[in-house]
C-alpha cells in the first residue's frame, strides 16, 4: 500500500509528477489500474487504485457515463516522473512488447513501477512486462497470462526478421513494414 497526498481537497483527486511519492498518510492507494479495469471494475474496489491522469480521454471515449462517475469517486489520478516513463518504456521494448502498447499504457506501467504497486490490468502485453520484470500484477476481470512470452517482428511476404520496435503503436496492429519487401510486420511469439 503506497500513501499519497491530496492537492485538492475534492475527487478526483490530482497529483503532478513525484507529489504522492513518500508522502504521509492521507490517501492510500493499493494498486494501479490501467482503463480496462477503470471500466470493468466495481467502483468500490477503484477507490483504492492509482490512475494516470491520460486514462480519462480513453474511459471518456469507450463509457461517458463511466467517466463521469470516476471524476466524482475516484481513483486518484497521478503523472508518472519522466524517468518511471523511460523505465517502463526501456520494459516494454526489451520484453518485445512496446509496439503492443499505447504511450497511456506506458504511463500506466511508470506508475505502477514508480510507486511499487500492484498493475491491475487485463493487457496482456501489460501482465507480461511485469511478469519479466518481477512486478507484481493481477487481472481486473479475466484470468491473466499463464506463461511471460518473449515477440519477434517477422515479415509474413519474405520471412525476414525485423529490429524490435522501439515505440509504442499508433494504432494497434500496425508495426510498420519490411525494409527488404514492404509488407506489413507482424509479431509473432519468439
Not at 463521469?68 to 523505465?87: C, H, R
Not at 503503436?169 to 506489413?184: P, V
Request: hydrophobic share 40%.
Amino acid at each position: 500500500m503506497a500513501t499519497v497526498t491530496p492537492i485538492a481537497s475534492e475527487r478526483p483527486l490530482i497529483f503532478m509528477a513525484g507529489d504522492w511519492v513518500g508522502a504521509s498518510l492521507e490517501w492510500q492507494v493499493e494498486y494501479v489500474l490501467d482503463t480496462g479495469a477503470l471500466i470493468e471494475m466495481p467502483l468500490h474496489e477503484l477507490r483504492v487504485g492509482l490512475s494516470a491522469i491520460s486514462q480519462m480521454d480513453e474511459v471518456e471515449r469507450h463509457s461517458p457515463e463511466r467517466a463521469m462517475i470516476l471524476e466524482s469517486q475516484g481513483p486518484v489520478f497521478a503523472t508518472p516522473q519522466p524517468e518511471s516513463v523511460k523505465s517502463a518504456h526501456r520494459a516494454a521494448t526489451a520484453s518485445g512488447d512496446i509496439s503492443g502498447l499505447s504511450e497511456v499504457d506506458v504511463e500506466v506501467l511508470a506508475l505502477a513501477l514508480e510507486s511499487g504497486l500492484p498493475l491491475v490490468t487485463d493487457d496482456y502485453r501489460l501482465q507480461n512486462i511485469c511478469e519479466s520484470l518481477g512486478h507484481s500484477w493481477r487481472p481486473a476481470v479475466t484470468e491473466g497470462i499463464k506463461e511471460r512470452w518473449s515477440w519477434q517482428l517477422v515479415c509474413p511476404g519474405c520471412g525476414a526478421i525485423a529490429p524490435a520496435a522501439s515505440s509504442p503503436s499508433k494504432s494497434r496492429g500496425e508495426h510498420g513494414n519490411c525494409a527488404d519487401c514492404g509488407a506489413g510486420l507482424r509479431l509473432r511469439r519468439g
